[in-house]
């Protein structure tokens, strides 16, 4: 019996001693206590939330270092806990280290480098891009990381969707202007349509290539069928999945086919998507500024076949299958030689199989006595 008591009372301190634990715990971690980094956060705005604190750079340059925490609350690193020092990698205390950089750019151009640390990935891909290239060339106002995404402000590239091709106006403002009068653009930017292509969607995101390579253009086709070869995309829109396909089989098609298995470095001029319907200026076909527009189209052929007369555009069918309502003499032409064709050819394998039988029986005859 006693015994028993000793026990529950063992029992009773072990209980009391979880729950003392518990308690302690619990008032040592204060509600509402910041996540991991804020208070580090906390310590450099105490300085740099002053929108009057500045720099002079050996340069000139007047550096600005104030930091609002508004815009630094809304990033995508500051509710992630990652703190200041995990990009300022040389600055861990106050004072700070002497400022050695001449200029703002050279500023950028060292810090962006943080961010292969958490995003090695990315990082890697834009060493193989064009902007890398540029920049390899001399030209340090090629795009880097921050220049982009942001440095204090960092938020979703993406979010909205119109944001991308604003992100490339910074340098590409000329293009971007015509993007968005185009069908694409037109699209995104007045109706915020997701299914319409950005800049990144063609061009790629960190691996950015050259346009103006033959490679490129020689890709460019499959670049386009990714959305126009989509059925159930196009069937959205009342467009026809078929253009790709179609386009494969004429003849800028399967010319382009053999060129790009052999030789796909050389330049090659046979047409593909972008020659007839635009690169940034892409309208619709009955567009009176499309090139395809049928009051255009034969200006566009010129560019390639140049001299060729106005009925040249009449053999054109675009991208359609031929049909008896759409083109009923091509229908006619096509229905003749797919019936014709088959018939000479089984013809001919009769006449051959015919031959070698006559042959064969010839031999047989001339070896009797």
């Known amino acids: 019996m ?51 604190l500045s720099m002079t750079l050996p340069n000139g340059e007047i550096l600005s270092l104030f930091i609002s925490q508004d815009v630094i609350s809304h990033s995508v690193h500051s509710p ?32 962006y480098l943080a961010c292969q640390k958490c995003h090695p990935g990315n990082y890697e891909k834009t060493l193989d891009s064009m902007h890398a290239d540029v920049a390899a060339d001399g030209n340090m106002d090629a795009p880097v990381c921050t220049d982009c995404h ?3 402000d ?29 069908v694409h653009g037109a699209a995104l930017i007045e109706e915020g349509n997701p299914d319409v292509p950005t800049c990144t969607d063609c061009h790629g995101v960190h691996n950015i290539q050259d346009p103006r390579t033959a490679d490129f253009r020689v890709q460019s086709p499959e670049m386009c069928a990714e959305c126009h070869a989509n059925q159930e995309l196009m069937s959205k829109y009342g467009l026809s999945s078929d253009v790709y396909s179609i386009y494969k089989h004429s003849w800028h098609g399967v010319d382009l086919t053999v060129y ?5 470095t050389i330049w090659h001029d046979s047409a593909v998507c972008t020659d007839c319907h635009g690169t940034h200026d892409i309208f619709k076909t009955d567009d009176p500024k499309s090139k395809v527009n049928p009051n255009n189209l034969l200006m566009t052929c010129q560019e390639c076949h140049p001299g060729v007369g106005p009925n040249w555009t009449d053999a054109w069918t675009g991208h359609n299958e031929i049909s008896f309502e759409r083109t009923p003499f091509l229908f006619y032409v096509e229905s003749f030689y797919s019936s014709f064709t ?23 005859r001339s070896s009797l006595p």
């Open 2 to 52: 006693t015994a028993r008591i000793l026990q529950r009372q063992k029992m009773g301190l072990i209980v009391a001693g979880a729950l003392v634990l518990l308690l302690s715990l619990l008032l040592a971690t204060p509600a509402g206590a910041e996540p991991p980094g804020q208070e580090t956060e906390k310590y450099c705005l105490s300085c740099h939330s002053d929108p009057n």
């Open 154 to 182: 960092v938020g979703k590239p993406d979010e909205p969707r119109a944001l991308i091709s604003e992100t490339c106006s910074k340098c590409h403002g000329d293009i971007v202007e015509i993007y968005k009068q185009s």
């Open 150 to 152: 942001g440095a204090h």
């Open 342 to 364: 088959p018939f000479v050819l089984w013809a001919c394998v009769v006449y051959v199989a015919l031959q070698v039988i006559r042959s064969i029986v010839d031999r047989v």
């Open 80 to 111: 992630l806990g990652i703190e200041c020092e995990a990009c300022h990698t040389d600055i861990t205390t106050y004072p700070h280290p002497t400022v050695t950089f001449e200029t703002r750019r050279e500023l950028s151009r060292t810090y």
């Open 260 to 264: 790009k298995a052999r030789w796909p």
